[in-house]
Nanobody, 125 residues
Framework: QVQLVESGGGLVQAGGSLRLSCAAS????????MGWFRQAPGKEREFVAA????????YYKDSVKGRFTISRDNDKNTVYLQMNSLKPEDTAVYYCAAKANYGSAWYSAVNYNYWGQGTQVTVSS
């Protein structure tokens, strides 16, 4: 069992930055691939970024490449999402998630086993 708690959301102007954190409970954090997803009002949850177990591989939604960076610290059981050059269309609730299955697709929410409660990110124009 893994419990995930996100933090770091807030209100920021377009062009600004935020860093989201996701703290995981348990001693097996390094056994999970980690992902960030987001859901805007009236829209489906969508993949944002993911990172492999060791942190050696990262994956991004095309629209955030070059602006967002995912990283993890397995000693602190924490995954981060650094978001720069934020745009109003980045406004959403952001969720972190943990994936145990090595072979399943990173971008599909159904492949993730555990989810946090979400943190709101609002980007004003």
């Amino acid at each position: 069992q893994v419990q995930l708690v996100e933090s770091g959301g807030g209100l920021v102007q377009a062009g600004g930055s935020l860093r989201l954190s996701c703290a995981a409970s348990g001693r097996t954090f390094s056994s999970y691939g980690m992902g960030w997803f987001r859901q805007a009002p009236g829209k489906e949850r969508e993949f944002v970024a993911a990172i492999s177990w060791s942190g050696g591989n990262t994956y991004y939604k095309d629209s955030v490449k070059g602006r967002f960076t995912i990283s993890r610290d397995n000693d602190k059981n924490t995954v981060y999402l650094q978001m720069n050059s934020l745009k109003p269309e980045d406004t959403a609730v952001y969720y972190c998630a943990a994936k145990a299955n090595y072979g399943s697709a990173w971008y599909s929410a159904v492949n993730y086993n555990y989810w946090g409660q979400g943190t709101q990110v609002t980007v004003s124009s």
